[in-house]
Antibody, heavy 122, light 106 residues
Framework: QVQLVESGGGVVQPGRSLRLSCAAS????????MHWVRQAPGKGLEWVAS????????YYTDSVKGRFTITRDNSKDTLYLQMNSLRPEDTAIYYC???????????????WGQGTLVTVSS | DIQMTQSPSSLSASVGDRVTITCRAS??????LAWYQQKPGKVPKLLIY???TLQSGVPSRFSGSGSGTDFTLTISTLQPEDVATYYC????????FGQGTKVEIK
């Protein structure tokens, strides 16, 4: 079955950087677009970034453009989110999520990881 | 940017009741709409996509309808295990979620 396991979260000071990872198994990782979605404590869901199956196309929500970078290593079945210039409002649980459709960026999600908590605080 | 607005923000209903949640898009999105269920302390689960197509394994008491700007999620007979927050999400372009509707048992 599909498994997505995030890691790399923690407490970081404003302005610093953090890299999240998402290890995938149970499906052909290299055939699916992947996404990061976050949820601030007690709040709703917010899409953060998407990447096509081959890594050639990337998309970001406006609030993270220029600060966050989504990448993937299909040889390692792993998704990444490099987060720079972190702000207190980036505090959230970060989920990686699998796209529903082979090859396409369909932009809705049929499998989610358990999430990793990022806290930005001085 | 297209905004997604859900109503109500929360509701309390009895076991066996019919429950309806509404999601409105600020511009037409055809049927590019999904619904998710997030139980307390759990990750979101895809319930419905293309506005009305039930994801595999989802109980048939859940249904979706609508197109364009107005959508509904209906639970025909509320069960205790349906206590959760429900989110709509558009996916015709950049994904955008509604703010969520919390469903509780009365």
């Amino acid at each position: 079955q599909v498994q997505l396991v995030e890691s790399g979260g923690g407490v970081v000071q404003p302005g610093r950087s953090l890299r999240l990872s998402c290890a995938a198994s149970g499906f052909t990782f290299s055939s699916y677009a992947m996404h990061w979605v976050r949820q601030a404590p007690g709040k709703g869901l917010e899409w953060v970034a998407s990447i096509s199956y081959d890594g050639n196309d990337k998309y970001y929500t406006d609030s993270v453009k220029g600060r966050f970078t989504i990448t993937r290593d299909n040889s390692k079945d792993t998704l990444y989110l490099q987060m720079n210039s972190l702000r207190p409002e980036d505090t959230a649980i970060y989920y990686c999520a699998k796209d529903v459709m082979l090859w396409l960026v369909r932009n809705y999600f049929d499998s989610w990881g358990q999430g990793t908590l990022v806290t930005v605080s001085s | 940017d297209i905004q997604m607005t859900q109503s109500p923000s929360s509701l309390s209903a009895s076991v066996g009741d019919r429950v309806t949640i509404t999601c409105r898009a600020s511009q037409g999105i055809s049927k590019f709409l999904a619904w998710y269920q997030q139980k307390p302390g759990k990750v979101p689960k895809l319930l419905i996509y293309a506005a009305s197509t039930l994801q595999s394994g989802v109980p048939s008491r859940f249904s979706g309808s609508g197109s364009g700007t107005d959508f509904t999620l209906t639970i025909s007979t509320l069960q205790p295990e349906d206590v959760a927050t429900y989110y709509c999400q558009k996916y015709n372009s950049a994904p955008t979620f509604g703010q969520g509707t919390k469903v509780e048992i009365k």
